[in-house]
């Protein structure tokens, strides 16, 4: 029963979906971004939260981004099933019912933005209600299927923890973490792009309208190369605003300057075949590790000068 | 429903109770901390 895929419209499994399943929902390795990214909001927040508080807002954070990534499955299911990558996840694969993943999503949306609005200000409770409703109506239901930019657009929806973590603490929002949610708002086409290019042929299997697919490879490439000029600078406008210190400075330049230079790599590459796609996985690894080191760096370096 | 079946429905009943009660248990412990954090903390 639980092996078999089902499609929208077919009847519902009737064995119950295993609890393991309601956890892959959430995507969990995604999470670990939002997350670090939330929590780094947090801790380079002026100011003093409660740990037991504190914890309870990047759960929340936690909950709101595995709440939106359900709501994500729940709509996206048919596309799943096409796509080598996503068609064992628990709908596709028939080992949970549409409904049940629709249950789920809402029940958690409310309950992770209730939590966090008793436990810390309405303030981020309001920003983690807006990231989960631009991820699911905006990014999923909107533009995902309608244009090639939708991750650019999209992307704004990730850039929200740490202006949340922030927002937790203080109870307002002010220069930095807008910077924050810029870094990462411009990050994300470099970063879906170097990996759209190498898993090519499985969106276009399910009529997704990734740039690759639409505009081909090379103007892929410019566009990465376009938006890292553009993601250096937001990189940099932290320290030429003096909203943080040295530390961040150092780190964000050589950790900038290695992601312009694979950028490069990626732009002058000319190479269809995924297996011999090499610049663009490292593009794609290194982003990943730089969004990390950076936002390492912003703790570090507020908790050192500021 | 095969008896293979009716087995399996009750397998993974009984482990989603179990979890449930788990989260369930793992929240009254968060909101008492809450409670305890806000009351001590002023807020």
Redesign the interface.
Known sequence: ?ASSPIRAGQSAP??????RDFVALTKPRVMTLVVFTGLCGLLAAPGHI????GF?AI?CIALGAGAAATLNQWYEADIDGKMKRTANRPIPAGRMDRQSALHFGVGLSFFSVLLMG??TNWLAAAVLTVSILFYVFVYTIWLKPRTAQNIVIGGAAGAFPPVIGWAAVTGDISALPIALFMLIFFWTPPHFWSLALFVKTDYAAAGIPMLPVVSGEVATRRQIWFYTAIMGVSAMAPVVLQLTGPIYGAVALVGTAFFVVFAFQVLRHRESDPVRMGPEKRLFKYSVFYLFLLFGAVVVDRWMFI | MTPDENRQIRSRQKSRAIVTGLLLGALVILFYAITIAKIGGGH
């Open positions: 029963m009737t064995i119950p979906a295993h609890w409660h740990p037991i508080l309870t759960l008793v436990a």
